[in-house]
């Protein structure tokens, strides 16, 4: 009879609080699984781009208008202009320098992919997405040395620099972004992930996300106080030059290029070019790439005055 009560009281214990648990606790597993996938996604993909096949295969045309400039034969990631040279990193793991002037004087290194440069008057830097570590790149032969590693960034997709030197780096999948005062680094602020560029201008971080939502920020150096600058258009680029930032974006299915002018984007001319857009801006000319485009061309456009 006791054993009889015995599973009685355990059946009705089940039926009233094991049952209901599960039913309360299975939303919360899909939850979880689901953030665990999009997160894993982020970690091996970068703007639509598989990190992990890096050379998939694509009959699709790109439709780029301009001066075919350049040939990788791999979509590329980033674009940068340091000491008359483009400098630009493909999907292949090859960085690439072409003299503006001549392109004949060309260099090549392999073995990375970087996903975002950075250069001061002397120095150009890269972001190792696939190490999660900082490079310096000689300028003279592309050979890279380690500058800084840290692990749990959630791969390192773009990075900037203060006056006083420090980094600021940002994970693109973690969604941190760090403040590195070599050899230590501190989280500067967080929940800000698919982060694809962070400029710095009037001690003020400015920081831009890949379909994500809000898509540029701007974050005081000091205070921290965030300011959203746009709130839902699709961004693939941000730059400095000349101190002025400037943002590439989708609207109305076209390329645009602009500028940030009291926490406004004011829109400067349409660039040719299927999104997502990397550019890089010389003294005269518009360099730019399509992330889709898998041959890996590079085009030329005169540049327009900014407003």
């Avoid at 953030?35 to 970690?43: F, G, I, R, S, W």
Wanted: proline share 3%; aromatic share 12%.
């Amino acid at each position: 009879m006791k054993k009889e009560n015995s599973l009685k009281s355990a059946f009705l214990i089940y039926f009233i609080i094991v049952i209901p648990l599960t039913f309360f606790l299975i939303p919360q597993f899909k939850k979880i699984k689901n953030a665990n996938e999009k997160y894993q996604k982020k970690l091996t993909t970068y703007q639509n781009l598989s990190l992990n096949n890096p050379l998939p295969s694509s009959s699709v045309e790109i439709n780029c208008q301009g001066e075919l400039f350049f040939q990788g034969n791999s979509p590329i990631l980033a674009l940068h202009i340091f000491k008359d040279n483009l400098y630009f990193s493909s999907l292949d793991k090859k960085l690439t320098a072409v003299n503006i002037q001549n392109k004949s004087k060309i260099f090549q290194t392999e073995g990375k992919i970087f996903t975002d440069f950075f250069s001061n008057s002397q120095e150009l830097f890269a972001a190792d997405i696939l190490e999660n570590q900082i490079v310096k790149i000689n300028p003279n032969d592309g050979k890279t040395e380690i500058q800084n590693y840290f692990q749990k960034i959630g791969r390192i997709s773009t990075l900037t620099q203060d006056e006083k030197g420090n980094f600021y780096a940002a994970g693109y999948a973690s969604g941190n972004i760090f403040k590195i005062t070599i050899p230590e680094k501190t989280i500067f602020t967080s929940d800000l992930d698919q982060t694809i560029d962070l400029e710095i201008t009037n001690n003020t971080l400015y920081l831009a996300r890949y379909n994500s939502n809000p898509s540029v920020l701007a974050l005081g150096l000091n205070e921290k106080k965030k300011k959203i600058i746009e709130e839902s258009k699709n961004i693939s680029n941000l730059l400095k030059e000349n101190g002025e930032i400037f943002v590439v974006y989708l609207e109305n299915n076209q390329t645009k290029l602009g500028k940030i002018t009291n926490d406004k984007t004011e829109e400067i001319q349409t660039i040719p070019c299927q999104f997502p857009l990397k550019i890089a801006i010389g003294n005269k000319k518009i360099f730019y790439t399509s992330l889709a485009d898998y041959q890996g061309r590079i085009f030329t456009l005169s540049k327009k005055a900014s407003k």
